[in-house]
């Protein structure tokens, strides 16, 4: 009531004051902070007239600031407490929690069972079925570092080190706890978790009781377009939810997370917001009250006060606060009991849906010398400015070793100190720091400090099974597995190591993401000083290390090393000496010397050997002698670290790591920057390591590396030139600059090949001077234009219209970011090595930073110079430009902003420009377009300002590597307007944003081109007067692949086809190849081409005689004068492609191989081009992996037209001759499907898909046909047909390659008449039926093999035949008879036939056909006994048909074999008619059995002793016959006849016992005649199947049960269904999965299937297999998706295991697969299942829910009522009747209420109530006379 009462207070809007406080007057402000009390200020009132007024307020003020610095302390883990509502962001996301980071520098810890309940429970479930849910997501995926979240503080405890630990919950229904369903307002922003996903949205978790939030899917696209990557939202997603609407008095919320809205929401007065529902992350409008040095009191939402603190101040308006002023806050935290509400002005929260960004993790552990006091807290800590003018923290722990030697003194502003940045606080957007000299000094701080082969000093935490635990420093803990706790095994670690103990490991593996650290205490690996193997690369052969012994094997030992590399010892690599048992010899964990063999890094593969003395010299000099005669050899292309041993002129001399071999590393290797070469070479000291270089080159044992990246991608990805003859014109190669003279220049690419670049292809622009244009070093792009293979020269081209990217702008962009990449690590270089003042005043400054110099100088020109403590060392100057209109003197303070570093000069350039120094803020996009100017130009790039904003940004120069001279004219100059477009939006490390030059001014060297051009450069247009037909004399200028270009009279240029050359081509030459430069020409003009389209002109056109003249030197145009033109391009282009028809074979010349299209381009005239597609090009699949590399550009080919493209502009040409697909034709085909026991799905050319059969894959069946067959494949194949547009395709070798004579082992069979009598033939099993082995022999014909010619043996089990003879499996068989006109094909897989192996082996013991004589025997012996029993007479009569044996026919019920059958059946006959003769007594016929579900095995029997039951115990069946044989041998005629007499009697007494109608059934002999008189009883049947189940007699249970069906009428459906149900219970509960599912398969068949079904999932309830149960109701769904019965079921199966949620999902799906008119029926039945079993809340919501849209369906109220009675309070009870009798319902039925109403009230109710009832009845029947009447 009291939260009721404070969000609806009575009286007026007069708040209710907090606990323990007087009502406060309307007028005054609720300020929780304000720290003068009433009572204080009532006292000063009354002694106004006091004296000592003056004194006592003095001593107040005092006071007041003392309580204000109190007020605004920081946080602190003393002052959580449970309940406290935090504003938090992820820190990190791992496996089990989350990492968050909370105001002022603390952070807590998320559980993953804390999320929300819908992700607990689906762990549950994960858990509980112990295998991975494909909904559930890791808390990795759905956290992201950075993100905001809304948190709860669950407890504040201390971890087993002593260090406090604050565990937190995000779960809403912990956070939104105070909220109510009445308090929830529209407009309102909540933190809600997706809980469901739903069709048309989603549910959220908003953690209000009694409210369900709805997300539709509609107004949640743009959120999961933008913020979400597209991908739906998860269970147990953490979303910013703001309220749209609130139905239903908060039951229903519509919610929406539109990001711009989110944004948006400010919290107002209007959403009726209180103290004790207050929430973190609210965006509030505020007044600030009072501005204290300590921070700033704040009151909003017109009666609630806050604080901000000095942390979350906005770092751009600090200071400038004043009181009344109006800002946007966002609520950090609230406390649960005093309700202190703390609040940040931060920008970055005042969006509640953005992002926190990281700090760089280089910074992270970073030593800082000198970081500055920007001001101090006595009970907080100090803030310091870094060296790159961030802000960062130190707690007051932080700040010194310890508490006595703390000296706060120390701290006053602007003193300096050297600190260690220990970590990155997102809340407070701050670096933590330490001074404390032993984390300054620790060798490791986090995890990722620590790598694989390091030595660690640590500390025994526990000894524990698994090993023992080592604390390295506070924050890093490691393992010692047990293996590696002592070189031998050590059973009783304890002896040797104690808790506390001091111990050295070395690092085994380290993997930071996961905090995981293993260590080793292996004295041999610890102290070992060979070089410490950790990555398969650095595993070269002959290097020797240690390593330890995991496995040893009989084939031999596998060692592992550091960073989890291992490899193999095989047995011969063992010892000199052979070992026959390794395992014998080796153990695990030992510790061995090893030598490297051979190391496929790759494949992860490593070859050892511990056989050292063949390979290797002795263990103390190995080392160094290997080193020295550097055994250990470099590949080109190999990745290394190096050390810096030696600075000289022209680079560094290093020695490559672990090995110590030395190299040289040139300077200008060192970057493809030029100006960064120079700056690393500088900068770099002796003993410096650089990460990431290759080795480029190695001869005579001195090694040339290189860094520069362009170089090592271009290896990497493996564009190079290994050997001349890989060279073709047309590459693009990434190289180096060798050497530069005057007529080119020399360029060198890896693996030592080098070309010439002459004058007139090193750019597009003029050339006088080679030198101006390159260096010598510098990185370049060149393409190949022609080479000469007898001279083996290259000639190449550097022109950027050639070797340009086809991207300007992102090549741009990524030289660009490079560079400043490079640049960040140079800065780090110098700080970390370089302890000089002028090197740490360097890395400190970053362009944008705004510094306070005093001026130095000002000179004639204008400029100045500056000076400062900060620059100490450096030469600062501001041109004229910058200094702007400013009049500055020596001596005078000005404020600048860094424009440029140059680190090389040790020069600063600044600005005084005031648009620069005061930047507007706006927010910026990526890819955006503006005006910047031109304020600095350096080497490589430009700084410019944004005219809009006034922020720096970087433009580069250059956008090429090749893009190295521009005119004075294209220079960018200062104060020049430039249009630039964003790449980035934030400065990050770089000090300014970084963009590319926008497309205001076009580059004069990227020209547009069209795929159809041919010339490959740009052409000028000269004046001629040349014709169609003239006959010109030109010099070749220069050659490319498919044209030449030729100068005939000084400026007019003219170009050759490739086509145009020579008559006749021979194919595969390339015909430019002829031509050489400066060679003299004569030609005829055949056309001209226009300058700018590079179309064809037609002769009349005005521009011809400004055209490029096309011409040809072809013998046979040359002779013609009346030649014919070239087809003008203008004319319709399928004129052109007119004269080519398909089949035409026609010559073309390669252009290119478009790897995205996966087509080859070629031309075949000068207007003509083609495509070949990739099937096209060979019938060797081979040649289709590479094909670039098979076709070379200019190369002529013989083509085969099949058409045109679909724009009717390019011909479609073919290279293997196939132009379109007609039986017999040979092609290639890509697999695009495989279908198991089917064949494949190819992709044919024209579009088209053809089909083969597993017969035609190969010339020779193999057991698995498709095992080597995969998608994308490439397949030879042959048409066999193409009717009705299906074709099926042949990949037998016999097909696809005719002229091959391998041997045809399986050949085709297409129809019947290919098979002879008596041929044994190979095929795949299609499947087993009753009626026999239906056996492929081709696609078109199946054969029969009846299950007698299967095997040789009685099977009694179908599935036996199914397990050994499954789909797809190849058998050889003999063709018994063909039937050609009905195509019938009768096969046999007898022994005896196919001279094979039986099908069926002789270990499964079966009986065979063929032992006639054993099997009498057997018979003869089983009757023997029966006629002891049974007596002579009956024996006699049995003997005859012993000799008999039957199979059943196709025909029989279960279709299994069972032998001895009729011998069965002829003993009831004869039993039958025995009892037919005695007439004795009358049958009693047995009751029928009605088996509704489960049946069980438990029946007893009441065993009745016969007469004469003393009669002794039968022996077994040998004795009882060697006792009849030789009791017939001995007797004499009268002792016969007497024991005949004897035997009579006995019988007698049998007979009379056997008809007792009481008695009940002992043996099997009983239940025989038992079932013989009543076959049709399934009891009888059951019960007699129970008497064998009691002896454990499994397999004569499931032969009665087999007999039953075969014996019960089958009319008697319900008997049968029995005996089935009794079988599958028998296969549950003693039988395999397999067998229950062929038992269940037949049943289905059998019996009404939905019957079948519905038993089987019964049984499975009843014996707790859930799973199976939940599998088989699932196809049960699909299957019966219309049977209301099924739905139902599993519906009572799901809540009787507790699965609620599932039960209402499984609703939904009823209601969409059942009929509309079977939804009232379906929705009440759930409703009555969850009043029995699930949740009768929810029941009655789904009753509410239907009689709200129903409300006439008389039978749902009466469920209703019935189930209220039984579940319900007597006021619902009563509540429900009051509904129905005032529903306007026909009279018959009103009456029926109102007796049940009396019924009721008259059972439950009191006098008072049943007059009621009587009353309103009496109303009632008023009502409708009254209106009768009118």
């Given at each position: 009531m009291?939260?009721?009462?404070?969000?609806?207070?009575?009286?007026?809007?007069?708040?209710?004051?907090?606990e323990?406080?007087?009502?406060?007057?309307?007028?005054e402000?609720?300020?929780?902070?304000?720290?003068?009390?009433?009572?204080?200020?009532?006292?000063?009132?009354?002694?106004?007239?006091?004296?000592?007024?003056?004194?006592?307020?003095?001593?107040?003020?005092?006071?007041?600031?003392?309580?204000?610095?109190?007020?605004?302390?920081?946080?602190?883990?003393?002052?959580?407490?449970?309940?406290?509502?935090?504003?938090?962001?992820?820190?990190e996301?791992?496996?089990?929690?989350?990492?968050?980071?909370?105001?002022?520098g603390?952070?807590?810890?998320?559980?993953v069972?804390?999320i929300?309940?819908?992700?607990?429970?689906?762990?549950?479930?994960?858990?509980?079925?112990?295998e991975?849910?494909?909904?559930?997501?890791?808390?990795s995926?759905?956290?992201?570092p950075?993100?905001l979240?809304?948190?709860?503080?669950?407890?504040?405890?201390?971890?087993?080190?002593?260090h406090?630990?604050?565990?937190?919950?995000?779960?809403?229904?912990?956070?939104?706890?105070?909220?109510?369903?009445?308090?929830?307002?529209?407009?309102?922003?909540?933190?809600?978790?997706?809980?469901?996903?739903?069709?048309?949205?989603?549910?959220?978790?908003?953690?209000v009781?009694?409210?369900?939030?709805?997300?539709p899917?509609?107004?949640?696209?743009?959120?999961?377009?933008?913020?979400?990557?597209?991908?739906?939202?998860?269970?147990?997603?953490?979303?910013?939810?703001?309220?749209?609407?609130?139905?239903?008095?908060?039951?229903?919320?519509?919610?929406?997370?539109?990001?711009?809205?989110?944004?948006?929401?400010?919290?107002?007065?209007?959403?009726?917001?209180?103290?004790?529902?207050?929430?973190?992350?609210?965006?509030?409008?505020?007044?600030?009250?009072?501005?204290?040095?300590?921070?700033?009191?704040?009151?909003?939402?017109?009666?609630?006060?806050?604080?901000?603190?000095?942390?979350?101040?906005?770092?751009?308006?600090?200071?400038?606060?004043?009181?009344?002023?109006?800002?946007?806050?966002?609520?950090?935290?609230?406390?649960?009991?005093?309700?202190?509400?703390?609040?940040?002005?931060?920008?970055?929260?005042?969006?509640?849906?953005?992002?926190?960004?990281?700090?760089?993790?280089?910074?992270?552990?970073?030593?800082?010398?000198?970081?500055?006091?920007?001001?101090?807290?006595?009970?907080?800590?100090?803030?310091?400015?870094?060296?790159?003018?961030?802000?960062?923290?130190?707690?007051?722990?932080?700040?010194?070793?310890?508490?006595?030697?703390?000296?706060?003194?120390?701290?006053?502003?602007?003193?300096?100190?050297?600190?260690?940045?220990?970590?990155y606080?997102?809340?407070?957007?701050?670096?933590?720091?330490?001074?404390?000299?032993?984390?300054?000094?620790?060798?490791?701080?986090?995890?990722?400090?620590v790598?694989?082969?390091?030595?660690?000093?640590?500390?025994?935490?526990?000894?524990?099974?698994?090993?023992?635990?080592?604390?390295v420093t506070?924050?890093?803990?490691?393992l010692?597995?047990?293996?590696?706790?002592?070189?031998?095994?050590?059973?009783?670690?304890?002896?040797?190591?104690?808790?506390?103990?001091?111990v050295?490991?070395?690092?085994?593996?380290?993997?930071?993401?996961?905090?995981?650290?293993?260590?080793?205490?292996?004295?041999?690996l610890?102290?070992?000083?060979?070089p410490?193997?950790t990555?398969?690369?650095?595993?070269?052969?002959g290097?020797?290390?240690?390593?330890?012994?995991?496995?040893?094997?009989?084939?031999?030992?596998?060692?592992?090393?550091?960073?989890?590399?291992?490899?193999?010892?095989?047995?011969?690599?063992?010892?000199?000496e052979p070992?026959?048992?390794p395992?014998?010899v080796?153990?695990?964990?030992?510790?061995?010397?090893?030598?490297?063999l051979?190391?496929e890094?790759?494949?992860?593969?490593?070859?050892?050997?511990?056989?050292?003395?063949?390979?290797?010299?002795?263990?103390?000099?190995?080392?160094?002698?290997?080193?020295?005669?550097?055994?250990?050899?470099?590949?080109?292309?190999?990745?290394?670290?190096?050390?810096v041993?030696?600075?000289?002129?022209?680079?560094?001399?290093?020695?490559?790591?672990?090995?110590?071999?030395?190299?040289?590393?040139?300077?200008?290797?060192?970057?493809?920057?030029?100006?960064?070469c120079?700056?690393?070479?500088?900068?770099?000291?002796?003993?410096?390591?650089?990460?990431r270089?290759?080795c480029l080159?190695?001869?005579?044992?001195?090694?040339?590396?290189?860094?520069?990246?362009?170089v090592?991608?271009?290896?990497?990805?493996?564009?190079?030139?290994?050997?001349f003859?890989?060279?073709?014109?047309?590459?693009?190669?990434?190289?180096?600059?060798?050497?530069?003279?005057?007529?080119?220049?020399?360029?060198?690419?890896?693996f030592?090949?080098?070309?010439?670049?002459?004058k007139?292809?090193?750019?597009?622009?003029?050339?006088?001077?080679?030198?101006?244009?390159?260096?010598?070093?510098?990185?370049?792009?060149?393409?190949?234009?022609?080479m000469?293979?007898?001279?083996?020269?290259?000639?190449?081209c550097?022109?950027?219209?050639?070797?340009?990217?086809?991207?300007?702008?992102?090549?741009?962009?990524?030289?660009l970011?490079?560079?400043?990449?490079?640049?960040?690590?140079?800065?780090?270089?110098?700080?970390?090595?370089?302890?000089?003042?002028?090197?740490?005043?360097?890395?400190?400054?970053?362009?944008?930073?705004?510094?306070?110099?005093?001026?130095q100088?000002?000179?004639?020109?204008?400029?100045?110079?500056?000076?400062?403590?900060c620059?100490?060392?450096?030469?600062?100057?501001?041109?004229?430009?910058?200094?702007?209109?400013?009049?500055?003197?020596?001596?005078?303070?000005?404020?600048?902003?860094?424009?440029?570093v140059?680190?090389?000069?040790?020069?600063?350039?600044?600005?005084?420009?005031?648009?620069?120094?005061?930047?507007?803020?706006?927010?910026?996009?990526?890819?955006s377009?503006?005006?910047?100017?031109?304020?600095?130009?350096?080497?490589?790039?430009?700084?410019a300002?944004?005219?809009e904003?006034?922020?720096?940004?970087?433009?580069?120069?250059?956008?090429?590597?090749?893009?190295?001279?521009?005119?004075?004219?294209?220079?960018?100059?200062?104060?020049?307007?430039?249009?630039?477009?964003?790449?980035t939006?934030?400065?990050?490390?770089?000090?300014?944003?970084?963009?590319?030059?926008?497309?205001?001014?076009k580059?004069?060297?990227?020209?547009?081109?069209?795929?159809?051009?041919?010339?490959?450069?740009?052409?000028?247009?000269?004046?001629?007067?040349?014709?169609l037909?003239?006959?010109?004399?030109?010099?070749?200028?220069?050659?490319?692949?498919?044209?030449?270009?030729?100068?005939?009279?000084?400026?007019?240029?003219?170009?050759?086809?490739?086509?145009?050359?020579?008559?006749?081509?021979?194919?595969?030459?390339?015909?430019?190849?002829?031509?050489?430069?400066?060679?003299?020409?004569?030609?005829r003009?055949?056309?001209?081409?226009?300058?700018?389209?590079?179309?064809?002109?037609?002769?009349?056109?005005?521009?011809?005689?400004?055209?490029?003249?096309?011409?040809?030197?072809r013998?046979?145009?040359?002779?013609?004068?009346?030649?014919?033109?070239?087809?003008?391009?203008?004319?319709?282009?399928?004129?052109?492609?007119?004269?080519?028809?398909?089949?035409?074979?026609?010559?073309?010349?390669?252009?290119?191989?478009n790897?995205?299209?996966?087509?080859?381009?070629?031309?075949?005239?000068?207007?003509?081009?083609?495509?070949?597609?990739?099937?096209?090009?060979?019938?060797?699949?081979?040649?289709?992996?590479?094909?670039?590399?098979?076709?070379?550009?200019?190369?002529?080919?013989?083509?085969?037209?099949?058409?045109?493209?679909?724009?009717?502009?390019?011909?479609?040409?073919?290279?293997?001759?196939?132009?379109?697909?007609?039986?017999?034709?040979?092609?290639?085909?890509?697999?695009?499907?495989?279908?198991?026991?089917?064949?494949?799905?190819?992709?044919?050319?024209?579009?088209?898909?053809?089909?083969?059969?597993?017969?035609?894959?190969?010339?020779?069946?193999?057991?698995?046909?498709?095992?080597?067959?995969?998608?994308?494949?490439?397949?030879?194949?042959?048409?066999?047909?193409?009717?009705?547009?299906?074709?099926?395709?042949?990949?037998?070798?016999?097909?696809?390659?005719?002229?091959?004579?391998?041997?045809?082992e399986?050949?085709?069979?297409?129809?019947?008449?290919?098979?002879?009598?008596?041929?044994?033939?190979?095929?795949?099993?299609?499947?087993?039926?009753?009626?026999?082995?239906?056996?492929?022999?081709?696609?078109?014909?199946?054969?029969?093999?009846?299950?007698?010619?299967?095997?040789?043996?009685?099977?009694?089990?179908?599935?036996?035949?199914?397990?050994?003879?499954?789909?797809?499996?190849?058998?050889?068989?003999?063709?018994?008879?063909?039937?050609?006109?009905?195509?019938?094909?009768?096969?046999?897989?007898?022994?005896?036939?196919?001279?094979?192996?039986?099908?069926?082996?002789?270990?499964?013991?079966?009986?065979?056909?063929?032992?006639?004589?054993?099997?009498?025997?057997r018979?003869?012996?089983?009757?023997?006994?029966?006629?002891?029993?049974?007596?002579?007479?009956?024996?006699?009569?049995?003997?005859?048909?012993?000799?008999?044996?039957?199979?059943?026919?196709?025909?029989?019920?279960?279709?299994?074999?069972?032998?001895?059958?009729?011998?069965e059946?002829?003993?009831?006959?004869?039993?039958?008619?025995?009892?037919?003769?005695?007439?004795?007594?009358?049958?009693?016929?047995?009751?029928?059995?009605?088996?509704?579900?489960?049946?069980?095995?438990?029946?007893?029997?009441?065993?009745?002793?016969?007469?004469?039951s003393?009669?002794?115990?039968?022996?077994?069946?040998?004795?009882?016959?060697?006792d009849?044989?030789?009791?017939?041998?001995?007797?004499?005629?009268?002792?016969?006849?007497?024991?005949?007499?004897?035997?009579?009697?006995?019988?007698?007494?049998?007979?009379?016992?056997?008809?007792?109608?009481?008695?009940?059934?002992?043996?099997?002999?009983?239940?025989?005649?038992?079932?013989?008189?009543?076959?049709?009883?399934?009891?009888?049947?059951?019960?007699?199947?129970?008497f064998?189940?009691?002896?454990?007699?499994?397999?004569?249970?499931?032969?009665?049960?087999?007999?039953?069906?075969?014996?019960?009428?089958?009319?008697?459906e319900?008997?049968?269904?029995?005996?089935?149900?009794?079988?599958?219970?028998?296969?549950?509960?003693?039988?395999?999965?397999?067998?229950?599912?062929?038992?269940?398969?037949?049943?289905?068949?059998?019996?009404?299937?939905?019957?079948?079904?519905?038993?089987?999932?019964?049984?499975?309830?009843?014996?707790?297999?859930?799973?199976?149960?939940?599998?088989?109701?699932?196809?049960?769904?699909?299957?019966?998706?219309?049977?209301?019965?099924?739905?139902?079921?599993?519906?009572?199966?799901?809540?009787?295991?507790?699965?609620?949620?599932?039960?209402?999902r499984?609703?939904?799906?009823?209601?969409?697969?059942?009929?509309?008119?079977?939804?009232?029926?379906?929705?009440a039945?759930?409703?009555?299942?969850e009043?029995?079993?699930?949740?009768?809340?929810?029941?009655?919501?789904?009753?509410?829910?239907?009689?709200?849209?129903?409300?006439?369906?008389t039978?749902?109220?009466?469920?209703?009522?019935?189930?209220?009675?039984?579940?319900?309070?007597?006021?619902?009870?009563?509540?429900?009747?009051?509904?129905?009798?005032?529903?306007?319902?026909?009279?018959?039925?009103?009456?029926?209420?109102?007796?049940?109403?009396?019924?009721y009230?008259?059972?439950?109710?009191?006098?008072?109530?049943?007059?009621?009832?009587?009353?309103?009845?009496?109303?009632?029947?008023?009502?409708?006379?009254?209106?009768?009447?009118?």
């Amino acid at each position: 009531m009291a939260s009721v009462e404070e969000d609806f207070p009575r009286g007026g809007t007069q708040k209710k004051p907090p606990e323990g406080k007087a009502p406060r007057r309307p007028l005054e402000q609720d300020n929780l902070f304000d720290t003068h009390n009433e009572e204080g200020s009532q006292k000063r009132k009354k002694i106004q007239e006091d004296q000592g007024k003056r004194k006592k307020l003095k001593a107040e003020k005092k006071e007041t600031i003392k309580t204000n610095a109190k007020d605004f302390e920081l946080l602190t883990v003393e002052a959580l407490s449970e309940g406290m509502l935090l504003l938090g962001c992820v820190k990190e996301s791992n496996d089990f929690e989350l990492v968050v980071s909370l105001p002022n520098g603390l952070t807590g810890f998320v559980q993953v069972t804390h999320i929300c309940d819908a992700y607990s429970k689906m762990l549950t479930e994960q858990v509980a079925k112990e295998e991975l849910l494909e909904d559930l997501n890791s808390l990795s995926d759905l956290y992201p570092p950075g993100m905001l979240v809304r948190c709860t503080v669950t407890s504040v405890g201390k971890t087993m080190d002593g260090h406090q630990s604050v565990k937190l919950s995000i779960n809403p229904k912990d956070v939104n706890k105070a909220l109510n369903t009445t308090a929830l307002r529209s407009g309102m922003l909540l933190s809600g978790l997706v809980s469901s996903v739903e069709d048309h949205g989603y549910l959220i978790d908003i953690g209000v009781s009694g409210a369900k939030a709805f997300l539709p899917r509609l107004t949640s696209q743009s959120y999961v377009k933008s913020a979400n990557k597209g991908a739906e939202l998860k269970i147990g997603q953490y979303l910013n939810c703001l309220i749209e609407e609130v139905k239903n008095n908060g039951r229903i919320v519509c919610l929406s997370i539109n990001q711009s809205e989110v944004a948006a929401a400010i919290a107002t007065e209007e959403q009726n917001w209180t103290l004790s529902n207050l929430l973190p992350g609210l965006v509030v409008k505020a007044q600030v009250q009072k501005v204290t040095p300590y921070g700033i009191t704040l009151s909003f939402l017109s009666s609630f006060s806050g604080i901000v603190d000095f942390m979350h101040l906005d770092p751009k308006k600090a200071g400038s606060y004043s009181q009344s002023q109006v800002v946007k806050a966002c609520i950090l935290s609230v406390h649960p009991t005093s309700k202190a509400v703390r609040l940040t002005l931060r920008q970055v929260f005042l969006q509640p849906s953005s992002m926190l960004s990281q700090l760089s993790s280089s910074r992270i552990g970073m030593v800082v010398e000198e970081a500055m006091v920007k001001s101090f807290h006595a009970k907080a800590g100090a803030v310091f400015e870094l060296d790159d003018g961030t802000l960062a923290f130190a707690h007051l722990k932080h700040l010194s070793d310890t508490k006595k030697s703390f000296k706060p003194g120390a701290f006053r502003t602007g003193s300096k100190h050297r600190c260690r940045i220990i970590d990155y606080n997102l809340m407070d957007e701050l670096a933590l720091l330490s001074l404390k000299h032993r984390i300054i000094a620790a060798q490791f701080l986090r995890y990722q400090d620590v790598c694989p082969g390091h030595m660690v000093q640590g500390k025994v935490l526990a000894l524990k099974p698994i090993g023992m635990q080592v604390k390295v420093t506070d924050h890093i803990r490691g393992l010692v597995p047990r293996l590696h706790l002592a070189d031998v095994l050590l059973k009783q670690p304890e002896k040797k190591y104690s808790v506390g103990d001091e111990v050295k490991c070395r690092v085994l593996i380290s993997n930071p993401e996961e905090k995981k650290l293993i260590l080793t205490l292996k004295k041999t690996l610890v102290t070992s000083k060979f070089p410490v193997l950790t990555s398969y690369e650095a595993a070269k052969p002959g290097l020797i290390t240690h390593g330890f012994i995991v496995c040893a094997r009989e084939f031999g030992c596998i060692v592992k090393f550091y960073n989890d590399v291992k490899g193999l010892v095989p047995k011969n690599e063992l010892s000199s000496e052979p070992i026959p048992s390794p395992e014998k010899v080796f153990y695990k964990g030992q510790v061995v010397k090893v030598i490297v063999l051979k190391c496929e890094p790759q494949q992860e593969k490593l070859l050892l050997s511990f056989k050292l003395m063949n390979r290797a010299v002795s263990e103390d000099r190995g080392e160094q002698i290997q080193k020295k005669n550097q055994e250990v050899t470099y590949e080109i292309g190999q990745m290394v670290d190096v050390k810096v041993l030696k600075k000289k002129d022209n680079g560094l001399e290093v020695s490559i790591l672990p090995d110590d071999v030395s190299a040289h590393l040139p300077t200008m290797h060192l970057s493809d920057h030029v100006v960064n070469c120079k700056l690393l070479w500088h900068w770099l000291q002796e003993g410096d390591i650089l990460h990431r270089v290759m080795c480029l080159s190695n001869k005579a044992g001195h090694i040339t590396l290189c860094r520069k990246s362009a170089v090592i991608s271009a290896v990497q990805e493996e564009q190079v030139l290994r050997s001349f003859s890989e060279i073709h014109p047309g590459m693009q190669l990434a190289g180096y600059v060798r050497n530069i003279m005057s007529y080119g220049v020399f360029v060198e690419f890896p693996f030592g090949l080098a070309g010439l670049a002459p004058k007139a292809a090193m750019s597009d622009k003029f050339v006088t001077d080679t030198r101006e244009h390159f260096v010598v070093g510098q990185t370049v792009v060149a393409k190949v234009t022609s080479m000469d293979e007898e001279k083996q020269r290259i000639l190449l081209c550097l022109k950027l219209s050639e070797c340009g990217s086809e991207n300007p702008v992102s090549e741009s962009f990524s030289l660009l970011r490079q560079c400043f990449e490079e640049m960040k690590e140079i800065r780090g270089i110098i700080s970390k090595r370089n302890r000089s003042k002028v090197a740490q005043n360097l890395c400190r400054l970053i362009p944008g930073q705004k510094l306070e110099l005093l001026v130095q100088e000002v000179k004639r020109d204008g400029s100045a110079s500056f000076d400062s403590s900060c620059v100490a060392g450096l030469t600062v100057t501001a041109t004229r430009y910058h200094v702007g209109d400013k009049s500055l003197v020596t001596g005078q303070k000005a404020s600048v902003l860094v424009l440029h570093v140059d680190a090389l000069k040790s020069a600063v350039h600044v600005s005084l420009r005031e648009e620069l120094l005061n930047p507007k803020v706006k927010r910026l996009m990526e890819n955006s377009q503006h005006t910047a100017v031109v304020q600095h130009v350096a080497e490589e790039f430009a700084v410019a300002s944004l005219v809009e904003t006034g922020q720096l940004t970087a433009i580069p120069v250059a956008s090429h590597f090749n893009d190295t001279f521009r005119f004075d004219s294209e220079k960018l100059k200062v104060g020049q307007t430039v249009s630039v477009t964003l790449k980035t939006v934030q400065t990050g490390d770089h000090g300014v944003l970084l963009a590319v030059q926008g497309p205001a001014k076009k580059r004069t060297f990227i020209r547009p081109r069209k795929e159809s051009e041919t010339v490959e450069e740009a052409l000028a247009a000269v004046k001629h007067s040349l014709c169609l037909g003239d006959v010109v004399t030109g010099t070749v200028k220069s050659v490319k692949p498919t044209h030449v270009i030729v100068a005939i009279d000084g400026k007019l240029t003219g170009s050759i086809h490739t086509s145009q050359i020579l008559d006749e081509v021979p194919i595969g030459t390339f015909p430019t190849s002829r031509l050489k430069a400066g060679q003299k020409v004569t030609a005829r003009v055949i056309g001209g081409r226009d300058v700018k389209t590079h179309r064809y002109l037609p002769i009349t056109h005005p521009n011809f005689t400004q055209s490029i003249p096309e011409l040809s030197i072809r013998p046979s145009v040359l002779k013609e004068e009346g030649s014919p033109a070239l087809s003008p391009e203008g004319d319709n282009p399928s004129e052109r492609l007119r004269p080519y028809k398909a089949g035409q074979t026609v010559t073309c010349f390669v252009k290119k191989y478009n790897t995205i299209k996966n087509w080859l381009e070629v031309e075949v005239t000068p207007e003509v081009r083609g495509r070949v597609p990739q099937l096209l090009l060979s019938l060797n699949p081979k040649v289709l992996k590479h094909p670039e590399k098979s076709f070379k550009n200019g190369q002529a080919l013989s083509a085969t037209v099949t058409g045109t493209d679909a724009s009717e502009t390019n011909l479609c040409l073919s290279l293997t001759g196939v132009h379109s697909l007609v039986k017999g034709t040979i092609t290639l085909g890509t697999i695009t499907k495989v279908i198991p026991h089917v064949g494949l799905t190819i992709a044919l050319p024209f579009g088209k898909t053809g089909k083969a059969s597993i017969f035609h894959l190969s010339d020779s069946y193999a057991e698995q046909p498709l095992e080597n067959f995969s998608l994308g494949k490439l397949v030879r194949c042959c048409v066999l047909s193409t009717e009705d547009n299906k074709i099926d395709v042949s990949l037998r070798q016999s097909r696809t390659n005719p002229k091959s004579k391998n041997r045809v082992e399986d050949a085709e069979i297409a129809c019947a008449e290919d098979v002879q009598e008596g041929q044994l033939v190979r095929g795949y099993v299609r499947s087993v039926k009753q009626s026999g082995v239906f056996f492929g022999l081709s696609s078109s014909v199946v054969g029969r093999i009846q299950l007698h010619n299967v095997a040789p043996f009685f099977v009694s089990k179908q599935s036996l035949y199914e397990q050994y003879m499954p789909e797809g499996k190849l058998l050889t068989a003999k063709v018994l008879s063909v039937n050609k006109k009905e195509s019938l094909v009768e096969l046999s897989l007898l022994p005896e036939d196919t001279g094979k192996p039986s099908v069926l082996p002789e270990s499964l013991g079966l009986p065979r056909c063929d032992s006639d004589e054993g099997k009498e025997k057997r018979e003869e012996f089983k009757k023997l006994k029966a006629k002891r029993k049974r007596g002579d007479s009956e024996g006699e009569q049995e003997v005859k048909p012993r000799k008999k044996r039957a199979r059943l026919t196709d025909e029989d019920d279960s279709g299994v074999e069972v032998y001895c059958r009729e011998e069965e059946e002829e003993e009831e006959d004869e039993e039958e008619k025995k009892k037919r003769k005695s007439k004795e007594t009358k049958r009693v016929e047995a009751p029928r059995l009605q088996v509704s579900s489960g049946f069980t095995w438990d029946e007893g029997f009441n065993v009745l002793e016969l007469p004469g039951s003393n009669r002794e115990e039968e022996s077994s069946d040998s004795e009882e016959e060697d006792d009849a044989l030789s009791m017939r041998k001995k007797q004499t005629k009268k002792e016969k006849e007497q024991e005949k007499r004897r035997e009579e009697k006995e019988l007698s007494k049998i007979e009379a016992a056997l008809m007792d109608p009481g008695r009940q059934p002992q043996t099997a002999d009983d239940f025989d005649r038992l079932v013989l008189s009543n076959p049709s009883s399934s009891i009888l049947w059951l019960q007699y199947m129970a008497f064998h189940l009691q002896a454990t007699e499994i397999e004569k249970a499931r032969a009665v049960a087999e007999r039953a069906l075969k014996t019960i009428s089958f009319r008697e459906e319900q008997e049968k269904l029995n005996v089935w149900v009794a079988l599958l219970n028998l296969e549950n509960m003693y039988g395999t999965e397999e067998t229950l599912m062929k038992v269940f398969e037949r049943a289905v068949q059998y019996n009404e299937p939905l019957k079948v079904f519905q038993q089987l999932a019964d049984i499975y309830a009843s014996s707790e297999k859930y799973k199976q149960a939940d599998d088989l109701y699932n196809t049960m769904l699909k299957r019966f998706r219309q049977e209301k019965s099924v739905w139902l079921k599993y519906a009572t199966f799901l809540l009787k295991r507790g699965q609620i949620e599932a039960t209402h999902r499984l609703l939904e799906r009823a209601l969409k697969g059942l009929p509309d008119k079977e939804h009232v029926d379906v929705i009440a039945k759930f409703a009555q299942l969850e009043f029995h079993f699930g949740d009768p809340e929810h029941a009655k919501a789904i009753f509410e829910s239907t009689l709200s849209s129903y409300p006439k369906r008389t039978d749902i109220w009466s469920i209703y009522i019935d189930m209220m009675i039984k579940h319900g309070s007597q006021k619902e009870v009563r509540h429900i009747f009051e509904r129905v009798i005032h529903l306007s319902l026909a009279a018959k039925r009103m009456k029926f209420f109102f007796k049940r109403y009396l019924d009721y009230e008259k059972k439950y109710g009191t006098s008072e109530t049943i007059q009621a009832v009587k009353v309103a009845a009496l109303e009632y029947v008023e009502s409708k006379s009254s209106l009768a009447e009118s």
